[in-house]
């Protein structure tokens, strides 16, 4: 009798003998979030969860629009408030250290370790290096049981390649834009495939630039498409003038900025949804902004007269109140009972929470939905 081919001994063997792969699913276990719970329900379709380790997350924006804010200051010190262990590389001179302990971010050596880079290729060599010792002291243990781990590159915009370099000391700026992309491309799709069995990620900011096609005016994301496609998260952001206080009150003077954040490519929920997220300069990003507009988008929460109306579907009571008189723990009490239910529905839209004109938009969008 012929003896039936056993697939899991196969697997067993391939993966010790070629370096390199992994076998299985890998599915995201954990998550970080992002700071706000209405823009972690667009990338992830839960509240609280935002980011996933394992995975590649891309925040693309103009200057000043809250790119570093989320990734180098919320998604850190969330990350460290779960156990993870945080790698930032800074290419951009910018973020100092009284600025991270502001946002409430541990500077501490032995869970911070703060890299300036300036090169693609240094930022390569410092991911490889990590995880072949990685690898060495922890890769035979249980997922559950390896210590997690965060990169962030801030920004990928900022990074150099060889070239650059040696045309920067002879004088002779000519650029290299032929090569940048390729090697922002090879440094996510390696990083990629190295994250892949372990609780590791990366968040990269990135920028974006004034379209000169008269035909297609969207901004674009710079560094080409190629390292959009190797990511699971891509997230693009604009900024806009806060003009109101804490209690909601227009004012005349800029308070904040509103960051319109679309999410462009999720593996997690639906694409192309958007956000504005409110970030007063006096109090920082509140958690909740932007939750009460998706409530109402969804029909969850219903305008009767001039309140807001919501009707529990797990008690049936009934909350009715001014828009102002829905606080965050009126706003809680809805997310834990809608959390668990699916609050987008494949015919349903949610793009007009935020005007399409004040939203950076995907470039190549036809080529983009067509890689993926």
Request: glycine fraction near 8%; include cysteine.
């Amino acid at each position: 009798m012929q003896k039936p081919f056993d697939l899991s001994k196969f697997r067993t063997g391939i993966t010790k003998s070629i370096s390199g792969i992994s076998a299985g699913f890998h599915d995201p276990v954990d998550w970080i979030s992002t700071g706000n719970h209405t823009l972690n329900y667009l990338i992830s379709g839960d509240f609280n969860r935002g980011v996933p380790l394992g995975k590649v997350s891309v925040f693309a924006g103009e200057s000043g629009s809250g790119k570093s804010f989320i990734c180098s200051g919320n998604l850190v010190r969330n990350a460290q408030d779960q156990g993870c262990q945080v790698v930032l590389f800074d290419s951009e001179n910018a973020l100092d250290e009284d600025w991270l302990k502001a946002l409430n971010v541990d500077t501490d050596p032995s869970k911070l370790l703060k890299i300036s880079v300036s090169m693609i290729d240094d930022v390569a060599k410092a991911i490889s290096e990590f995880m072949k010792d990685y690898k060495s002291n922890y890769g035979d243990l249980e997922y559950e049981e390896m210590p997690k781990l965060l990169f962030v590159v801030d920004s990928l915009g900022m990074l150099l390649t060889p070239t650059d370099v040696a045309q920067f000391e002879k004088g002779d700026m000519k650029g290299d834009m032929g090569r940048k992309p390729k090697a922002l491309t090879a440094l996510v799709r390696n990083t990629v495939n190295q994250l892949a069995p372990h609780p590791i990620g990366l968040v990269a900011t990135n920028h974006t630039y004034a379209s000169q096609d008269m035909f297609d005016p969207d901004d674009k994301i710079s560094g080409g498409q190629g390292f959009v496609y190797a990511s699971s998260i891509v997230v693009a952001m604009k900024k806009l003038k806060l003009k109101e206080d804490e209690d909601g009150n227009k004012t005349t003077t800029v308070q904040g900025i509103r960051a319109a954040c679309k999410v462009m490519k999720t593996r997690y929920s639906k694409p192309f949804e958007s956000v504005q997220v409110k970030i007063p300069y006096e109090t920082g990003m509140n958690p909740y902004s932007g939750i009460l507009e998706l409530l109402e988008a969804k029909g969850i929460v219903v305008k009767t007269g001039n309140k807001l109306e919501y009707t529990s579907p797990v008690t049936g009571e009934i909350i009715k109140e001014f828009r102002k008189q829905w606080t965050e723990e009126r706003l809680q009490v809805v997310m834990d009972e809608w959390n668990q239910i699916p609050l987008v529905t494949e015919d349903e839209d949610l793009s007009d929470i935020v005007d399409d004109e004040t939203l950076v938009d995907e470039p190549n969008i036809e080529e983009f939905n067509n890689e993926s």
